[in-house]
């Protein structure tokens, strides 16, 4: 099975790449990255935001990053 490797951008500019597997959801991908910068598991107040043109939302916990990368090539 292959990898999804995206960027993820910090409210004050700072980034990080990721890579998780197709299937991986939103809480998903927040607890790599919490595992990345050294936070607790339980750290807790964490959220994805998807930004499509002028429109920024927070992302549901179940939702599929790959869903949301599929809705932006429909947009493109």
Do not use: C
């Amino acid at each position: 099975m292959f990898t999804v490797l995206i960027v993820i951008v910090f409210f004050l500019g700072a980034f990080h790449a990721v890579e998780f597997e197709p299937t991986a959801t939103a809480n998903d991908v927040i607890e790599i990255i919490k595992s990345r910068i050294g936070l607790r598991s339980t750290s807790q107040g964490f959220a994805l935001y998807e930004v499509l043109g002028d429109v920024e939302r927070s992302m549901v916990s179940d939702e599929k990053l790959t869903d949301v990368m599929g809705k932006w090539e429909r947009y493109r």
